[in-house]
Nanobody, 123 residues
Framework: VQLQASGGGLVQAGDSLRLSCAAS????????MGWFRQVPGKEREFVAA????????YYADSVKGRFTISRDNAKNTVYLQMNSLKPEDTAVYYC?????????????????WGQGTLVTVSS
């Protein structure tokens, strides 16, 4: 599985952005998908994850109620809608995929990663 993330940019606090992650390969619909983010000097942290069918979603407490993860298996794409952005959301955002992650919130459980897209939120 190859992943290509896009949609990052520079926005002001309170604005919205939608990130996309396009996947190649026929196994997309059988993969759990996740979004993570990382700032320089810090560990990569979990943001959101979605089950294979899209019925179940999981969020970090810091983004719950502001971010929404979704997927379109027909388009092999997962999305992260980010609303009410805050300066502390500034990071490089990565999408990830794995067939059977033992823990959805642990980066090491995901085998496939996109290249990252930078989100900068100014105050």
């Amino acid at each position: 599985v190859q992943l290509q993330a896009s949609g990052g940019g520079l926005v002001q606090a309170g604005d919205s952005l939608r990130l996309s992650c396009a996947a190649s390969g026929r196994t997309f619909s059988s993969a759990v998908m996740g979004w993570f983010r990382q700032v320089p000097g810090k560990e990569r942290e979990f943001v959101a994850a979605i089950s294979r069918s899209g019925e179940k979603t999981y969020y970090a407490d810091s983004v719950k109620g502001r971010f929404t993860i979704s997927r379109d298996n027909a388009k092999n794409t997962v999305y992260l809608q980010m609303n009410s952005l805050k300066p502390e959301d500034t990071a490089v955002y990565y999408c990830a995929a794995d067939q059977r992650p033992l823990s959805l919130r642990v980066p090491a459980e995901y085998d496939y990663w996109g290249q990252g897209t930078l989100v900068t939120v100014s105050s």
